[in-house]
């Protein structure tokens, strides 16, 4: 009966108290790199926020379009206090991807290791679409006031079109950088874009054939918009 | 040779060893204009010779790599003094033709043609446009002279224009240019000037040659830089410019944006000289001042008021990060009136734009986006300015565009204190 009761209980709990002893300096580790990593994180955190108000990122953001973005989609303040908050979350994953690593848990090291893999995908994906983002607010602007100066009619509708074309391109190009649904996505958008194209040429074609055909006659027979004799400078 | 001195080609350096020094020099820039230049060279010629005799001058043709034999036309044209009761220079005078270096544009010819001033020691400089066709001998006394005899360093052209050419000058460039510098002058972007060597050789100490004065901001640069560095300033009256007509296809709105972003670009420069300056005051003017009846011209109403309503709606989400939103307001409910109760008030319109200066000036977003959004606004203000002054004399149009001055000149002390913020 002893014996047996040594066999159930006492050993394992024996071997899980060594275990756990054996595993105690690997948590204390664990916890001091968590502890630093937040110490890093709230310096990397002040550090780039001064950095940022150096170089005047506010004002670059606000110029190309960046806040005004942030803002429609609810993301308030200075896009460089926004900076400085994504490096202190940054640095204090680091620190706990290290923290975690520190506690050899196998299962976990192999989870860590297929994020790490996937960190530069996920990185890469993050610029397109950020790029596209600035992207599309500039050439969406860009074609807005050409368009206006040009007395077209549907300018506003003219520069979302251009922006919302960039953006689901640099959307597209992120998701094949993520491999996720590669064939799909892509057939997806040639569809989606092709008849997006279709439509605008049928509507521009239907709705605007006496414009093209005012504006043929004109280039034929030589006439055109009633011109002025103003002198701009 | 200073710093930034320009390399001269060696066949220019030869030329001016052989001279060395000289009076007066007139600078012609020129860019495939063989059609034209042969009448402003002769003018310049008989100029020089009928009002400069005993001066020892020079001509200077600073091409932009003409195609068209603009070079070779200017280097064989001569002039028949006696045709126009003309002695030859007694002082002597010789004519340069070089090419250019550097970025392509007007500022850049300039720069060479400052730069054989400096050389020669210049005491009068004057430049005239290349595809002039109302020039006259006249216009070169008219810019030397102020120059020579009465000691002045900037002479700004004054033309006789139509009371709806250059309204771009008339309803922002004149205005903001007075109010900001204090001095009324009244074509600051004309594109012929007289100026003193000493003038010429500052240019050259400035840094701004391969920036977009060289390319198309020289003539609001040269009249500012003047200016705002205390040089003395005068103008003088050339009557009537006539002159191969721009490229009719140029956009408005490119143009609106480089004559504009010329000048705000200066803003930035002057701020401590603009800032401290109130009113302003006259400048003399030289020459005889007259004027002539009115030719009716056409002028397309309801397309600019067309294009102003297009711009004021589709545009307003973009003009709100920048615009206050009492002036939005109004232009909404303009955008919504016909033509008989169309109006942009001068104190409307000084606030657009000393607001298109300060988002220039803060950068709020792409510089070449901001102007150019000004295009609808701006044929909004002309479309108002047309329809108020219709029936109107030149000289009553010209009130009216004092009383526009005033009100740039009154509200200014908002555009300093809202500019540091």
């Not at chain 2, 250019?100 to 060479?112: I, L």
């Not at chain 2, 109302?134 to 224009?161: F, H």
Request: hydrophobic fraction near 45%; charge should be neutral.
């Amino acid at each position: 009966m002893k014996n047996i009761s040594e066999h159930i209980l006492t050993e394992p709990l024996k071997d899980f108290i060594q275990r756990l002893l054996a595993f105690m300096p690997n948590l204390l580790t664990c916890l001091i790199i968590f502890v630093f990593g937040f110490i890093a994180a709230w310096i990397v955190k002040y550090v780039v926020s001064k950095i940022a108000n150096l170089l005047r990122v506010d004002r670059f953001c606000a110029k190309v379009g960046i806040t005004e973005t942030f803002g429609k989609v609810g993301i308030k303040g200075p896009p460089a206090r926004l900076l400085s908050r994504i490096f202190y979350w940054l640095v204090l994953i680091i620190f706990v991807i290290i923290a975690l690593y520190t506690l050899r848990v196998p299962a976990i090291e192999k989870l860590l290791e297929k994020f790490f893999l996937y960190l530069p995908d996920l990185f890469v994906a993050a610029l397109l679409i950020i790029i596209g983002y600035i992207l599309g607010n500039f050439l969406g602007r860009t074609a807005l006031i050409a368009s206006v100066n040009a007395g077209v009619k549907f300018s506003r509708l003219l520069g979302k079109g251009v922006k919302a074309i960039v953006v689901l391109l640099a959307f597209v190009m992120a998701l094949e950088q993520l491999g996720i649904g590669r064939g799909t996505v892509i057939v997806a958008f040639t569809i989606l874009f092709g008849g997006f194209v279709f439509a605008l040429s049928l509507s521009f074609g239907l709705g605007g054939k006496d414009i093209a055909r005012q504006y043929l006659e004109g280039k034929v027979k030589g006439e055109s918009e009633e011109k002025d004799d103003l002198t701009h400078i | 040779m200073p710093e930034n001195s320009v390399i001269l080609g060696e066949d220019i350096r030869e030329q001016i060893e052989e001279v060395k020094e000289a009076d007066i020099l007139v600078g012609v820039p020129s860019y495939n204009n063989a059609r034209t230049i042969v009448h402003v060279v002769k003018a310049v010629e008989a100029g020089l010779s009928k009002y400069f005799p005993d001066n020892k001058s020079v001509l200077v043709n600073s091409d932009g790599g003409s195609i068209d034999g603009t070079m070779k036309v200017v280097k064989e044209t001569t002039v028949d003094f006696a045709s126009m009761l003309v002695r030859h220079q007694l002082g002597g005078y010789r004519k340069f033709v070089t090419p250019y270096h550097g970025v392509p544009g007007k500022g850049s010819a300039f720069r060479t043609i400052f730069e054989i001033a400096r050389v020669l020691k210049v005491k009068a400089c004057a430049v005239v446009d290349s595809d002039l066709r109302s020039i006259t001998p006249e216009w070169i006394e008219l810019l030397i002279k102020p120059i020579l005899n009465e000691d002045y360093d900037y002479v700004s052209p004054y033309y006789l224009r139509h009371k709806y050419d250059g309204t771009i000058t008339n309803t922002i460039v004149y205005p903001i240019t007075r109010a900001l510098y204090g001095k009324r002058i009244r074509q600051p972007i004309g594109g012929d000037f007289g100026f003193s060597g000493r003038l010429a050789s500052f240019y050259l100490t400035k840094d701004v040659w391969d920036t977009n004065v060289a390319r198309f901001g020289i003539d609001i640069w040269m009249t500012t830089t003047a200016v705002a560095n205390a040089f003395k300033v005068c103008q003088a009256f050339l009557g009537a410019k006539i002159h191969d007509a721009k490229d009719p296809g140029a956009d408005l709105s490119a143009m609106l944006h480089q004559v504009v972003s010329s000048v705000f670009d200066l803003t930035e420069e002057y701020f401590p000289v603009w800032s401290k300056v109130s009113n302003s005051e006259p400048v003399s003017t030289f020459g005889f001042v007259y004027s002539v009846g009115l030719e009716p011209i056409k002028v397309n109403l309801d397309g600019m008021i067309e294009k102003f309503k297009l711009g004021a709606e589709e545009l307003s989400s973009f003009y709100e990060s920048f615009l206050p939103t009492e002036l939005l307001r109004y232009l909404g409910d303009m955008a919504g009136k016909t033509k008989d109760n169309f109006s942009i008030p001068d104190d409307l319109w000084v606030e657009i734009i000393y607001n298109f200066a300060l988002a220039y000036h803060k950068r709020v977003m792409s510089q070449e986006h901001l102007l150019k959004s000004l295009t609808p606004l701006y044929l909004g203000k002309v479309a108002s300015f047309v329809i108020e002054t219709w029936e109107s004399t030149a000289e009553e149009v010209e009130q009216r565009l004092e009383d526009l001055c005033i009100a740039f000149e009154k509200a200014k002390m908002y555009l300093v204190e809202k500019w540091e913020r």
